[in-house]
């Protein structure tokens, strides 16, 4: 097996992926503890005959909330593949690279 290449990714980039980790961890958490169901359901039986209560749907307010936190993800993701220490790589060591900068530990510089 081949060595590991390093890459010495820029500071803002390195800012820019620990923002999107963020981001999506914010995501997550907001749609874990969103019910279920973006509808109403009502109260319903299961395929095993048990019967399932009724749920509620999103609120104005949460779908807000999720179209907030999609777009700070999206903006994220959208700098980080703009950035253009990307051309500064061989074409051909750009995916080893953009896989390295996700397993960066957070504050951690490369090495």
């Known amino acids: 097996m081949g060595k590991q290449k390093t890459f010495d990714y820029p500071a803002d980039l390195q800012e820019a992926q620990h923002a999107l980790e963020a981001a999506r961890a914010e995501r997550s958490a907001f749609l874990a503890s969103a019910p279920k169901w973006v509808e109403p359901v ?14 509620p749907g999103w609120s104005e307010e949460q779908f807000e909330e999720n179209r907030r936190l999609l777009a700070t993800e999206q903006e994220a993701a959208r700098v980080i593949w703009a950035h253009p220490f990307w051309e500064s790589l061989p074409a051909g060591d750009r995916v080893e690279a953009r896989t390295g900068l996700k397993h960066l530990a957070p504050g951690v510089a490369a090495l």
């Open 42 to 55: 009502g109260e319903r039986t299961l395929s095993d005959g048990t019967a399932a209560p009724a749920e």
